[in-house]
């Protein structure tokens, strides 16, 4: 009967009728925690600070465990949080930015001066401090996307000229605290504190954790943050997809410049004074506090939880050893080991997306 079949028919049923089928390799426990930490990259720093709370809490004691240096170490870390929230929107996009700091003690320096020497109202002082750092962001964002020069490189010749422009119009003087006190006392209301549970929370502090929670939700909620995570995993498929990446960049610089004036605020509530001498290792340290709290520099992944965490570990660890007697010197060894580690890390996590 298959003699009378035409020749494609008769090829057709002597072929094999097996369904494809694909060979699955199962995971092994560590490329499932791989895949794991990649997903979730707040998971190390959190159970970082919880493993570095229960270790110094042994070798340190109850002066560790007590609320009022709890209370302390958020206020250490206040600085450093709200300048990571700033630093992790811009890593998020593949970039870095070596001028926040500056940026920070330019916006404290004109709030300042304005507020108690030239005597301008409090509010219109505050505005324009914050109005300069917006500005500042403005300068590196529209360098960066206009002239496409390295973020890195840009940043760091801003940081001299930002710093430069510090000490002109400070004119290198320090404005004491006595002077903010009777002539312009708001600048200093996010250094009063309220006593909670024995420890004395600052009104700093909880505009840092707000400020968080906002930088949460816009990142993680809007469509801006979808764009910004977008823009730093693959920007040509960001912008085959119709993102505006040069927009989304420039906007990340500008807010970035306004979160680091309205740290240069809450950095007068912290120190009391305006000092154009201020926060000198602020630039390192939001970036530190971004690296170890899971952010990769790479961009595109990372969140702001992390960052404070990032920001916590290291407020830890300086209070903890502090407390244990340990030399200033091998505190900065601690937290320069911290770095290279969570680096090596993320170098590890990102072979999953590879």
């Keep these: 009967m298959s003699q009378d079949l035409p020749e494609h028919e008769r090829v057709l049923a002597q072929a094999d009728q097996r369904v494809a089928a694909f060979e699955t390799h ?9 895949h794991f930490l990649h997903v979730h990259p707040t998971a190390i720093p959190a159970l970082v600070l919880l493993l570095s709370v229960a270790a ?27 300048l990571g929230i700033a630093q992790t929107a811009i890593v998020l996009t593949a970039g870095i930015d070596l001028s926040v700091g500056a940026i920070m003690v330019l916006a404290s320096v004109v709030m300042g001066r304005l507020a ?17 750092g917006a500005l500042c962001g403005l ?38 605290a006595q002077d903010i006190e009777s002539d ?63 927009r989304v960049l420039l906007s990340v610089y500008v807010v970035a410049g306004l979160v680091c004036a309205f740290a240069g605020w809450v950095l007068i509530g912290r ?32 969140s702001i939880a992390g960052t404070l965490l990032g920001a916590l570990i290291v ?12 030399d200033v010197l091998w505190q900065e060894f601690a937290v320069g080991l911290l770095i290279i580690v969570a680096v090596a890390i993320d170098h590890w996590l990102r072979k999953v997306s590879a």
């Design 56 to 82: 110094f809490s042994v070798i340190a004691g109850d002066r560790f465990l007590h609320p009022f240096n709890f209370s302390l170490v958020l206020q250490q870390v206040t600085i450093i949080a709200i």
């Design 271 to 302: 120190i009391g004074s305006v000092s154009p001498q201020a926060g000198q290792t602020a630039n390192l340290d939001s970036i530190t506090a971004v690296v170890i709290g899971g952010t990769s520099l790479f961009g595109g992944r990372g």
């Design 116 to 132: 108690v020497t030239e005597g301008l109202p409090e509010p219109l002082a505050i505005a324009a401090g914050l109005g300069t």
């Design 26 to 34: 199962e995971k092994g426990a560590i490329a499932r925690l791989q």
């Design 184 to 246: 312009a006392p708001s600048l200093q209301w996010f250094g009063e504190a309220i006593d909670f549970l024995g420890a004395q929370v600052t009104y700093g502090s909880i505009a840092m954790l707000l400020a968080v929670l906002l930088f949460w939700y816009m990142l993680n909620r809007t469509a801006w943050g979808r764009h910004v995570h977008a823009a730093g995993d693959d920007a040509d498929a960001a912008r085959l997809a119709g993102v505006n990446t040069d």
């Design 139 to 176: 300068i590196n964002g529209t360098l960066i996307t206009r002239l496409k020069l390295p973020p890195f490189i840009v940043t760091l010749g801003t940081w001299n000229i930002y710093f430069a422009l510090n000490l002109w119009y400070s004119r290198s003087e320090t404005i004491r």
């Design 315 to 326: 407020g830890v660890f300086r209070n903890g050893l502090a407390l244990s007697g340990v």
